[in-house]
Nanobody, 123 residues
Framework: HVQLVESGGGSVLAGRSLSLSCTASGDTLSSYCMAWFRQAPGKGREGVAAWDMDGTTNYAWFVKDRFTISKDNTKNILYLQINSLKPEDTAMYYC??????????????????WGQGTQVTVS
């Protein structure tokens, strides 16, 4: 099984940038559909971006070019770069892994493995 640990969150001012990391152990990320989700207080968990095994990327409609997902296979780390942060980006950010392709990447049930999350607060 793959274990996932997120890091890089914090409290930042609107307009700034953050780079979140999801470090994997126990297996290689290239064997999974990898995704970032977020959950704001009082709201459901929503997909932000995904990276499929073949390198295909997917983004949620609200990303609007502010978010970039990337992966370092040598370090086994998934990244999420967030630029021009807005208060509405405040949420717990999670990474997730599925042994299946990302065809239905926004569906929570697709993912078998989750990290514990990293908090992003924008004011």
């Amino acid at each position: 099984h793959v274990q996932l640990v997120e890091s890089g969150g914090g409290s930042v001012l609107a307009g700034r940038s953050l780079s979140l990391s999801c470090t994997a152990s126990g297996d290689t990320l290239s064997s999974y559909c990898m995704a970032w989700f977020r959950q704001a207080p009082g709201k459901g968990r929503e997909g932000v971006a995904a990276w499929d095994m073949d390198g295909t990327t997917n983004y949620a409609w609200f990303v609007k070019d502010r978010f970039t997902i990337s992966k370092d296979n040598t370090k086994n780390i998934l990244y999420l770069q967030i630029n021009s942060l807005k208060p509405e980006d405040t949420a717990m950010y999670y990474c997730a892994a599925s042994p299946l392709h990302c065809y239905d990447w926004e569906r929570l049930g697709l993912y078998q493995f989750w990290g514990q999350g990293t908090q992003v607060t924008v004011s």
